[in-house]
């Protein structure tokens, strides 16, 4: 099984609203990741986490939480956002074969298509 | 940090023609793949090559990491091969922080 699921696949919400993006793999990757794409811009990385805990934040606003609670799940909480952070958010797992250590293969997700309203 | 840069940026081909596509990077790197992404957003990786060569079907790939540059072919392309393909890589010594080029759009026509 290589597939990286995500849902939902479309969310619309207004700026007050509180949802949650959620992501699974069941490969035994212990790498996880969330990206932002834009319309025609290659995907930007804004969190890492590596054996459950938070390794990389790429100097995300605060209205972004993400949160992974066992090794299989990868969730992102949003809260506030604002209009230019509809985007496609793409989920992706690696196997990392010691923490801190080199990457392997990503495999992603179909993502969820976000409009903030 | 690390700059990557895929060309050409855009490509149309009748099916059945083949394409190279390009991606330099300016620094030594541990990790190279190439991704296609689909029109639905779908990324798939197509090739985890930091060094040498792999073939999979009507695609092959060759990194050159001492001259810091890869190569993805397409051979006797077929319109399923239309979308963005992005080269991604890690530079050595750093965190895994994974640079995207900044893509090629491929359409494929029938």
């Known amino acids: 099984d290589t597939e990286v699921t995500q849902t939902p696949k479309h969310l619309v919400m207004g700026m007050t609203n509180k949802k949650s993006l959620k992501c699974e793999q069941h490969m035994g990757h212990r790498a996880m990741y969330w990206y932002k794409q834009k319309a025609k811009k290659p995907p930007e990385l804004m969190f890492v986490y590596s054996y459950e805990k938070l390794s990389i934040n790429e100097s995300v606003p605060s209205r972004f939480s993400p949160e992974c609670p066992n090794s299989s799940l990868l969730n992102l909480h949003l809260h506030a956002l604002q209009p230019e952070d509809s985007a496609l958010y793409l989920c992706?797992?690696?196997?990392?074969?010691?923490?801190?250590?080199?990457?392997?293969?990503?495999?992603f997700g179909p993502g969820t298509r976000l409009l903030v309203l | 940090g690390i700059q990557v840069e895929q060309s050409p940026p855009d490509l149309i081909l009748q099916e059945g023609a083949n394409s190279t596509l390009r991606c330099n990077f300016s620094d030594s790197v541990n990790n190279l793949q190439w991704f296609h992404q689909n029109p639905w957003g779908q990324l798939i990786n197509l090739f985890y090559?930091?060094?040498g060569t792999k073939q999979n079907g009507r695609l092959s790939a060759t990194t050159v990491a001492t001259e810091r540059y890869s190569l993805l072919y397409i051979s006797s392309s077929q319109t399923t091969d239309s979308g963005v393909y992005f080269c991604a890589v890690e530079r050595s010594g750093g965190s895994y922080i994974p640079t995207f080029g900044r893509g090629t759009s491929l359409i494929v026509h029938p």
């Open positions: 992706a797992s690696s196997q990392e074969k010691q923490r801190g250590g080199r990457q392997e293969t990503q495999y």
């Open positions: 090559i930091p060094s």
